[in-house]
């Protein structure tokens, strides 16, 4: 990575940034926010004003935009899932600003004032339609009173109020105070919500103590403006549902019809000018002078002779290009790894922990691995690898062209299908035991018998735990020593001798040395008294370098190695959780199928796919996760801090577009 400064002249700035958005091969920072000392000599650097006009534009066509995509039908469910819809790419020339402009004024006044109006008459629509609703469902209450309901209000003599209420006695009590007051009502609802639909009829005299009522215990229908029975108000309004139905329906045609000749031109120009917003708001992340502007950056070392290049070329040798080589502290640059395309899937696994540091050991292709190995060997069942291999494979060539996300995990998928399938194999675990079980017709028997190199396959992790266990902390040594390998690395590319003396190196004689005493005392290796007096210095050894980094706590680095290294005893673990509920569930989908007779069969086969269906689930998340424990707790924990910051250039990224290429003699 180097750091780049660029002095531009003023007349040349436009050209240059254009150019630099054009190749992406910088990424400018913002001088006010990342070096505002430069500040004090230099003056801000301020937007261009054609940015507040394409910011204009952009809202426009996003509010068409809106509108059209929510009236476009789109397919849906499964069809949809299976069948994604990429976007209309449209070819156009590269134009000038105002080219542009013109061009959108055009498009806009077309169609702007047609699609405005008729979304807004849709708004009307459907207001008008929700308060038609909402009139139906309080005459509903009173259609079986012989009313008008233009008399529900005050008038000269006489007051009349209707409306719902839950407290039917307390209003019949409080009305019973008032002569000359009459109360209809009718039950709505069940026992446990029972409510009344109440029309009380009283003397004007009474109004006061009525309308009290009605505030306190009645919720009151609203029928202003509104005259006739109820019953054929409802039909009248139902009817202007059915027309108002009418007239939404050839609106929203009308608007299909926009968006189908439309939409692709909206998404396309729109696109344009955000790319030319862009440019226009980033010069205020640069500094000026009266007649320069200073643009500050990062660029990769590789491109730094090309990027010169086509600047000075585009500016006609008006620019002054410095590229510096930064450090770590204060500059702080970004992060920028390249990744094997196959490996990919596995960068975006270490990003959800944090991205590198800039100069720090990129672990992605390592953890990758581990991470897959880890996972085939918890969940650890060929039957399952085959079905997680086979959706991965659907996956990467029905989905991969829409998705590039999909495309690298369904890439990482047929690893993690592959080595589930193989440990599976080596283990005796297809589907549990369905092989033996099912097809066999003996439970007992292995899937199949062979000795390779005096070793005898399949080994079986439910009858030999201890096999596997011992497999388990082998995998998890190499894999933290690994770890303590790339530490010493780190740590001697930041030229940290007494650390890689002491706090690295000091685990490589306690590991040998350790390993050597258990060896001797707890599993009876035989060893002559001159390798003790060895692996007891190499102890003493470790220690003394651990305690000249750590002081006396550093026993507790110990203890802490020590449970990083049990803790891979969970490869084990889960893998005996997916073999044994996976057994379990063919014993009972056995027996179940035995006792049904007739369709016995059809039951036990429901049953298998559906238990092994959840026993994959759940046994691939609780892999996935723990086997990216161990990645992140275990192994970071020797080398790896994170923190850093993604390489972002300033680049050009387009989705409904692409430049016409220019034909050549």
């Known amino acids: 990575m180097k750091k780049a400064s660029l002095v531009v002249h003023q007349n040349y700035l436009e050209d240059v940034i254009k150019k630099l958005h054009e190749t992406g091969m910088m990424e400018i920072i913002n001088i006010s926010r990342d070096e505002p000392k430069v500040l004090e000599e230099l003056e801000k650097g301020s937007m261009h004003p054609d940015a507040e006009t394409c910011t204009l534009y952009e809202i426009r066509l996003s509010r068409l935009i809106d509108i059209l995509k929510k009236i476009t039908p789109r397919r849906g469910g499964i069809k949809a899932f299976l069948h994604p819809e990429l976007p209309n790419v449209k070819t156009i020339e590269d134009c000038t600003l105002d080219e542009i402009f013109?061009?959108?004024?055009?498009?806009?006044?077309?169609?702007?004032?047609?699609?405005i109006e008729k979304e807004e008459k849709l708004i009307k629509l459907n207001e008008e339609k929700e308060n038609i609703l909402d009139k139906i469902n309080q005459l509903d209450y009173i259609?079986?009173?012989?009313?008008?309901?233009?008399?529900?209000?005050?008038?000269?003599?006489?007051?009349?109020?209707?409306?719902?209420?839950?407290?039917?006695?307390?209003?019949?009590?409080?009305l019973q105070k008032n002569d000359k007051t009459a109360l209809l009502s009718k039950q709505f609802g069940t026992k446990k919500k029972i409510q009344w639909a109440v029309i009380i009829i009283s003397h004007i005299s009474h109004v006061e103590n009525i309308e009290k009522i009605c505030r306190e215990h009645v919720s009151e229908f609203d029928f202003q403006d509104m005259s006739g029975r109820p019953k054929e108000l409802i039909s009248s309004l139902?009817?202007?549902?059915?027309?108002?139905?009418?007239?939404?329906?050839?609106?929203?045609?009308?608007?299909?019809?926009?968006?189908?000749?439309?939409?692709?031109?909206?998404?396309?120009?729109?696109?344009?000018?955000?790319?030319?917003?862009?440019?226009?708001?980033?010069?205020?992340?640069?500094?000026?002078?009266?007649?320069?502007?200073?643009?500050?950056?990062?660029?990769?070392?590789?491109?730094?002779?090309?990027?010169?290049?086509?600047?000075?070329?585009?500016?006609?040798?008006?620019?002054?290009?410095?590229f510096e080589t930064p450090s770590a502290n204060p500059d702080n640059p970004p992060t920028y790894f390249k990744t094997p395309k196959w490996a990919e899937g596995f960068k975006d696994l270490l990003y959800m922990f944090a991205p590198p540091r800039y100069n720090e050991i990129n672990?992605?292709?390592?953890?990758?691995?581990?991470?897959?190995?880890?996972?085939?060997?918890?969940?650890?069942d060929a039957g399952y690898g085959l079905v997680i291999l086979f959706l991965s494979i659907f996956g990467y060539l029905k989905f991969g062209k829409y998705s590039d996300m999909l495309r690298k995990w369904s890439f990482m998928g047929l690893w993690m299908g592959v080595v589930t399938t193989i440990v599976g194999l080596l283990t005796s675990s297809f589907f549990g035991d369905f092989i033996p079980r099912f097809i066999y017709g003996?439970?007992?028997?292995?899937?199949?018998?062979?000795?390779?190199?005096?070793?005898?396959?399949?080994?079986?992790?439910?009858?030999?735990?201890?096999?596997?266990?011992?497999?388990a902390l082998i995998f998890g040594l190499i894999q933290l020593n690994v770890g303590i390998v790339l530490g010493i690395i780190k740590s001697l590319k930041a030229k940290k001798y007494k650390e890689v003396l002491t706090a690295r190196s000091c685990w490589i004689p306690l590991q040998i040395g350790g390993g050597m005493l258990i060896g001797y005392f707890i599993l009876d290796f035989q060893f002559s008294n001159t390798i003790l007096i060895i692996a007891a210095s190499m102890?003493?050894?470790?220690?003394?370098?651990?305690?000249?980094?750590?002081?006396?706590?550093?026993?507790?680095?110990?203890?802490?190695?020590?449970?990083?290294?049990?803790?891979?005893?969970?490869?084990?673990?889960?893998?005996?959780?997916?073999?044994?509920?996976?057994?379990?569930?063919?014993?009972?989908?056995?027996?179940?199928?035995?006792?049904?007779?007739?369709?016995?069969?059809?039951?036990?086969?429901?049953?298998?796919?559906?238990?092994?269906?959840?026993?994959?689930?759940?046994?691939?998340?609780?892999?996935?996760?723990?086997?990216?424990?161990?990645?992140?707790?275990?192994?970071?924990?020797?080398?790896?801090?994170?923190?850093?910051?993604?390489?972002?250039?300033?680049?050009?990224?387009?989705?409904?577009?692409?430049?016409?290429?220019?034909?050549?003699?």
């Not at 691995?369 to 060997?377: A, P, R, S, T």
Request: charged share 25%; hydrophobic share 45%; net charge neutral.
């Open 102 to 115: 013109s061009y959108a004024e055009g498009t806009l006044g077309e169609i702007e004032k047609q699609i």
């Open 143 to 174: 259609k079986d009173f012989d009313i008008d309901v233009s008399d529900i209000r005050r008038s000269e003599y006489v007051v009349i109020r209707a409306g719902l209420t839950a407290d039917l006695e307390v209003v019949k009590e409080k």
């Open 238 to 322: 139902k009817q202007r549902l059915k027309d108002i139905e009418t007239e939404k329906k050839k609106i929203i045609n009308g608007l299909r019809v926009y968006s189908k000749n439309q939409l692709d031109d909206l998404l396309a120009l729109r696109e344009e000018i955000q790319l030319e917003r862009v440019r226009k708001e980033i010069s205020r992340s640069f500094g000026k002078t009266s007649s320069t502007y200073i643009i500050k950056g990062w660029v990769l070392e590789k491109d730094e002779k090309l990027l010169n290049e086509e600047i000075n070329r585009v500016s006609r040798d008006h620019v002054i290009c410095n």
């Open 363 to 380: 672990p992605t292709v390592i953890m990758g691995f581990f991470f897959i190995l880890f996972f085939g060997v918890m969940l650890g």
């Open 442 to 471: 003996n439970p007992e028997a292995p899937l199949y018998s062979l000795d390779v190199f005096g070793v005898h396959l399949p080994a079986n992790s439910i009858k030999d735990p201890i096999s596997i266990l011992v497999m």
């Open 539 to 665: 102890v003493v050894i470790g220690i003394i370098q651990l305690f000249i980094s750590a002081g006396p706590i550093g026993f507790f680095d110990i203890t802490g190695y020590v449970g990083d290294w049990l803790s891979y005893a969970r490869l084990l673990a889960l893998g005996l959780a997916t073999a044994g509920m996976a057994l379990a569930f063919n014993v009972v989908a056995q027996l179940i199928g035995g006792m049904i007779p007739f369709i016995g069969i059809a039951v036990m086969i429901i049953l298998l796919i559906l238990a092994h269906a959840v026993n994959l689930g759940l046994q691939a998340l609780g892999a996935g996760i723990h086997s990216l424990r161990l990645q992140y707790v275990e192994f970071f924990n020797r080398f790896y801090e994170g923190g850093g910051k993604d390489f972002s250039p300033f680049k050009i990224k387009r989705k409904y577009t692409k430049i016409k290429e220019e034909k050549t003699d």
